[in-house]
């Protein structure tokens, strides 16, 4: 199993369109997750930090479930400017280390 | 400036020459990442640096690729011999590492275009 896994997409949405996400991690020790959101051929950049059982964001609400290590990313009233990908980041604990690893993404496109 | 610098910004080579690919991470950003993405795919983990530990280089795809980081700042990834599949956007990442038990987000430089031709 992948550490950190997305559902592979693509979203194609219009506009003003609820959109789900879904991303699930297989290491329970998990503490940290996060949501970035990547435009085309740009770099990575923070969407949300998700702590405790979620968030919320304006239109963006992140989810945590740790029983089932489910996170979600709900979009409501979906904008043009909302295409991207969007990556799930998770925590990797190791005895030596603790770093981020990130999911393959999920692409949305939303259309008029 | 206050974000990670990545230099140079597009780099073209011809196959079987080095490479090296320099990044300044975010000043007292403990932990530095680097991941390679090509065209429509997903990051790929190559190394982790976190403060004066070991390095996970378990991502390295090749012995061709090595990566150090001077004194805790700067680092440089470099590709020996490279070939046309080391075509690639080459993103460094730094983070303050652990932050109050958490591991803290990851900011991103603007990449490293490589093309090997």
């Known amino acids: 199993r992948k550490e950190v896994e997305q559902d592979p997409g693509p979203f194609n949405v219009p506009e003003g369109a609820t959109v789900a996400f879904n991303c699930t991690y297989s290491?329970?020790?998990?503490?940290?997750f996060f949501w970035y959101r990547q435009d085309c051929r740009k770099e990575p950049k923070l969407l949300m930090s998700?702590?405790?059982s979620g968030n919320e964001d304006g239109r963006f609400t992140a989810q945590l479930n740790r029983a089932s290590q489910y996170i979600s990313l709900l979009i409501r009233d979906s904008k043009l400017s909302d295409s991207a990908t969007y990556l799930c980041?998770?925590?990797?604990?190791?005895?030596?280390?603790?770093?981020?690893?990130f999911g393959p993404g999920t692409s949305l496109s939303v259309i008029p | 400036g206050a974000g990670v610098s990545q230099s140079p910004s597009n780099k073209v080579t011809e196959k079987g020459k080095d490479v090296e690919l320099r990044c300044d991470p975010i000043?007292?950003?403990?932990?530095l990442y680097w991941y390679r993405q090509s065209l429509g795919q997903g990051l790929e983990f190559l190394i982790y640096?976190?403060?004066?530990?070991?390095?996970?280089k378990s991502g390295l795809p090749s012995d061709r690729f090595s990566a150090e980081r001077t004194g805790g700042s700067v680092s440089t990834l470099t590709i020996q011999r490279t070939q046309q599949e080391d075509s690639a956007v080459y993103l460094c990442?730094?983070?303050?590492?652990?932050?109050?038990?958490?591991?803290?987000?990851?900011?991103f430089g603007q990449g490293t275009r490589l093309t090997v031709v």
């Open positions: 990442a730094s983070s303050l590492g652990v932050f109050g038990g958490r591991v803290t987000e990851a900011f």
């Open positions: 290491n329970s020790a998990s503490q940290s």
């Open positions: 998700v702590y405790s």
């Open positions: 980041v998770v925590n990797m604990v190791k005895t030596s280390y603790d770093k981020v690893i």
């Open positions: 000043s007292g950003h403990t932990a």
């Open positions: 640096f976190q403060g004066n530990s070991a390095p996970d």
